[in-house]
């Protein structure tokens, strides 16, 4: 995902004499939180005709229980008038944000409604829930819950390039997979591994964990749009808080550096940073509630009712649009906090949503098998539909990563495939 926008001044000292006035720098209340996930059954033998994993049940599944306590803010709700205010978060700066350096907004859309599926990686395990796309967009990785490996696969061949185990992870256990985003004169670039007690490196050549990176854990993971910045967030389910923290990447010594660290008094759900790094989108459990927070003043922009059960958040290339995903999409004005539209016509839950690289559409997967591309220039309430991307049956449908230019879409799904979706005219690739 590119986006494109100046990053924040380096006035951010305006932000540690916030700090100096914030009341106990990290206490918070705590807040019911959404349950954990319940441990995953043992794997079961499949056939041709059957999947392992079953679509997530709107009325069952632990990610979308009814929130128990309070009521979401109405959607006109202003920030808390309180100076210095950072919303449910308490802000500690351990160094200054370096510079983002975000990639150049691709102009022009894709032919959204010619595409159709031009290959699939046969994975041949569910519960593929972890995709990304390397730096030189020469690989995939993929990651299934079920198998417990790091799967690395070249982009153009769809071919096997190597299976590594994953080192202190066990088969549906919470953590996050990505690409480090330097090579090193590595091929394929090396793994950044995320469980619960630690950030590791994994060289997929070898399967060894080549570097401890950092001691903290975390539970997902996602870069600022140059690779520069990582977002790492924990939930202390006994504790019943969450945390988020910043680290800046050193390609000399393949370690993370902490620059920034929130703690939070409500689950976190989704975060995702401005183009210009400077704004912090977080979706939270139990109210459903959407918040933009400013990290160069330390004070909370608005605050909005998200859909029930939101989760999945990601900010347009330019800065301009905020999705937010569950059992509904909104789309608000990143400045106000606006709802600008919704799409409603969902048969279960949201996973996650992603802007094209242009930003002119939003790829939207679920757990009904489903991949909706839906426009984001539009002039009633309702996001108008550009195409269906359909995996098989109603298999999850989880991770979608476009490559740079945004004429390639990648999902993966419990269906056991990562497929790649594009024009047909498009050359190159091979079923």
């Known amino acids: 995902m590119t986006k494109a926008q100046k990053h924040l001044p380096t006035a951010f000292a305006a932000l540690t004499a916030t700090l100096a006035l914030a009341v106990g720098c990290g206490a918070t209340t705590q807040s019911t939180l959404r349950p954990a996930p319940p441990d995953a059954p043992a794997p079961q033998k499949e056939t041709a005709k059957s999947f392992v994993e079953r679509p997530k049940s709107i009325a069952a599944a632990p990610e979308v229980l009814a929130p128990t306590t309070g009521q979401p803010p109405s959607n006109d709700e202003a920030p808390p008038q309180a100076p210095h205010a950072l919303g449910r978060a308490s802000i500690t700066a351990r160094a200054r944000l370096p510079e983002v350096t975000p990639a150049p907004l691709v102009e022009v859309g894709a032919e959204y409604r010619r595409w159709t599926e031009l290959a699939r990686l046969e994975v041949g395990h569910s519960h593929l829930s972890h995709l990304d796309i390397s730096p030189d967009e020469r690989y995939v990785l993929a990651v299934s819950e079920s198998e417990g490996a790091a799967r690395v696969y070249a982009l153009e061949t769809q071919k096997l390039v190597f299976t590594s185990p994953i080192v202190g992870y066990a088969p549906y256990e919470r953590g996050d997979f990505l690409f480090w985003p330097a090579s090193f004169g590595d091929s394929p670039p090396s793994i950044l591994v995320a469980t619960k007690?630690?950030?590791?490196?994994?060289?997929?050549?070898?399967?060894?964990?080549?570097?401890?990176?950092?001691?903290?854990?975390?539970?997902?993971?996602?870069?600022?749009?140059?690779?520069?910045?990582?977002?790492?967030?924990?939930?202390?389910?006994?504790?019943q808080t969450s945390t988020l923290e910043f680290f800046q990447a050193s390609e000399k010594r393949r370690a993370l550096e902490t620059i920034l660290s929130l703690t939070f008094d409500e689950r976190v759900d989704g975060f995702d940073l401005s183009p210009d790094g400077r704004r912090l989108a977080v979706s939270y459990y139990p109210s459903d509630s959407v918040e933009m927070l400013d990290l160069r003043d330390g004070r909370l922009l608005w605050r909005r009712a998200g859909p029930e059960f939101a989760g999945a958040i990601d900010i347009s290339p330019d800065g301009r649009f905020v999705a937010v995903g569950g059992k509904h999409l909104f789309l608000y004005d990143a400045q106000t906090g606006e709802r600008l539209g919704v799409f409603e016509k969902l048969l279960n839950n949201i996973h996650q949503v992603t802007f094209s690289p242009s930003g002119d559409a939003l790829a939207v997967t679920a757990y009904d098998g489903r991949v909706r591309i839906l426009s984001t220039r539009f002039k009633g309430p309702t996001l108008p539909k550009l195409k269906i991307l359909r995996h098989q049956g109603i298999a999850n449908v989880y991770e979608a990563v476009f490559t740079a230019d945004g004429t390639r879409l990648l999902t993966g799904s419990g269906d056991q495939t990562i497929r790649i979706w594009g024009s047909p005219r498009r050359e190159g690739l091979s079923r």
């Not at 060894?208 to 600022?224: C, E, F, I, N, P």
């Open 197 to 239: 007690d630690a950030i590791a490196l994994l060289d997929p050549s070898s399967g060894a964990r080549q570097t401890l990176v950092q001691d903290r854990g975390a539970y997902h993971m996602k870069w600022s749009d140059d690779k520069k910045i990582l977002m790492a967030s924990l939930a202390d389910i006994p504790g």
